[in-house]
């Protein structure tokens, strides 16, 4: 009932037209991960076409229940505990009870994370409603949408029932793949990648000769971003490379953990995490070398921005990153999890700067196209 009285409280006017979507995601803005990020430039962007929409998201603390980002309305209205089980019941409770109350206002429900509980709500408005429904695969290789949904209670069972969405969309063609192989029909799969805005994200121009050399690792930081392989090789680099730091920017589960590590590995000099940053472009424009170490990635936002920057990149085989880079054209390409070649490819680019300088003008055409 509390539910239904807090979903019931915000009423924007919704304009009649054949395309009405709901945006389901469990965070959203003013949390800015790569999804999120995402579902909010498609959101404005759509709205900008003419399409009307609205975004279902999780409540969080100290901001309001319901409010209009760049014209488009969200609600706060998906309610979890801290109880393993309870915590996945209440979402789709949640989802549930506001999909049902608003089912005459939308046509299509578009949830950006395909394992989570969102979508399988959302098939049963399918089923029982008739509305159309499009999921968005995030991430491939570990933390695959489709491995951590099989690893899940009922998984199984519910990516049987999951292969039946209207349409699923990948960012890479791992991706791809990953979801032929999983079993979905090959014409509900629409690869569609992400983008970068050229015009914020521009050129930076070389920085100085004899400046101290700036590694810049932006990202969440758990264990599949690589983080504490990164560290292991910035030790090695650091010890040819005494003008040379490293910037972590980000936060997350692991921060604690890696700060630990970098005491462990004594890099307290030459390593700086700088936590949370608003403003990226000032982060990329500061830096020298961008490094990606991730172990499972989709298509990464922040590394199309440094390639947008004409920055030398170095990052791994995984994902989205093999469709943006080719090795020696316009980055360097690693193995995951192998501090050793990481660190040789981090010295390679220290040490060459007209290499450098050529990868990264690459990079930036790479992002334009």
């Given at each position: 009932?509390?539910y239904?009285?807090e979903?019931g409280?915000?009423?924007p006017v919704?304009?009649?037209?054949s395309?009405?979507v709901?945006?389901v ?9 790569g ?8 959101s404005?962007a759509?709205?900008e076409?003419s399409v009307?929409v609205?975004?279902?998201t999780?409540r ?6 319901c409010?209009v980002?760049?014209g488009?309305?969200v609600y ?6 801290q ?6 019941v209440c ?13 005459k ?13 969102q979508t ?5 408005f399918k089923?029982?409603?008739?509305k ?11 933390t ?8 899940s209670?009922?998984?199984k069972?519910?990516?049987r029932?999951?292969t039946?969405v209207?349409a ?6 791992q ?7 999983g079993g ?7 690869e569609i990648?992400?983008?970068v ?5 521009v ?6 000769v004899g ?9 969440r930081l ?8 990164l560290?292991?090789a910035f030790?090695?680099?650091l010890s040819?490379?005494?003008?040379s730091?490293l ?18 590995l004594?890099?307290?000099?030459g ?5 949370r940053?608003?403003?990226v ?13 991730t172990?499972?990635?989709g298509m990464s936002?922040?590394?199309l921005?440094a390639?947008?920057c004409g ?12 469709d943006?880079?080719?090795d ?9 999890g192998?501090?050793?070649a ?9 040490g ?5 300088q050529r ?9 334009q196209?």
């Amino acid at each position: 009932l509390y539910y239904l009285a807090e979903i019931g409280r915000c009423n924007p006017v919704v304009k009649n037209n054949s395309h009405n979507v709901v945006m389901v995601i469990s965070q959203f803005y003013p949390l800015l991960g790569g999804a999120e990020i995402q579902a909010q430039r498609l959101s404005k962007a759509l709205l900008e076409k003419s399409v009307n929409v609205s975004v279902l998201t999780r409540r969080l603390k100290g901001v309001p229940a319901c409010e209009v980002v760049d014209g488009v309305p969200v609600y706060r209205a998906i309610r979890t505990v801290q109880v393993p089980l309870l915590w996945g019941v209440c979402f789709m409770v949640s989802v549930f009870i506001f999909l049902y109350r608003r089912r005459k206002e939308y046509t299509i429900i578009h949830c950006h994370i395909l394992q989570e509980f969102q979508t399988v709500v959302a098939l049963f408005f399918k089923s029982v409603f008739n509305k159309k429904v499009i999921v968005k695969m995030s991430s491939s290789g570990e933390t695959s949408d489709i491995k951590l949904l099989k690893r899940s209670l009922m998984g199984k069972l519910f990516f049987r029932w999951i292969t039946k969405v209207d349409a699923v969309v990948s960012v890479c063609k791992q991706s791809s793949q990953d979801l032929l192989h999983g079993g979905f029909p090959e014409e509900n799969i629409v690869e569609i990648p992400n983008g970068v805005d050229i015009h914020t994200f521009v050129q930076r121009p070389p920085r100085p000769v004899g400046k101290e050399r700036t590694i810049t690792f932006v990202g969440r930081l758990d264990r599949y971003k690589g983080v504490d392989f990164l560290l292991e090789a910035f030790k090695r680099v650091l010890s040819g490379n005494r003008n040379s730091r490293l910037l972590i920017v980000g936060t997350g589960p692991d921060e604690a953990l890696l700060k630990k590590t970098a005491v462990t590995l004594n890099l307290q000099e030459g390593v700086h995490f700088k936590g949370r940053q608003e403003d990226v472009l000032k982060v990329l424009s500061d830096t020298d070398i961008f490094v990606l170490p991730t172990l499972s990635e989709g298509m990464s936002n922040v590394l199309l921005e440094a390639m947008a920057c004409g920055l030398p990149i170095v990052a791994t085989a995984v994902g989205g990153n093999g469709d943006l880079i080719s090795d020696r054209h316009n980055g360097l390409l690693v193995s995951p999890g192998d501090p050793h070649a990481l660190s040789e490819a981090l010295m390679e680019m220290l040490g060459n700067r007209a290499l450098a300088q050529r990868l990264g003008d690459q990079a930036r055409k790479t992002a334009q196209e």
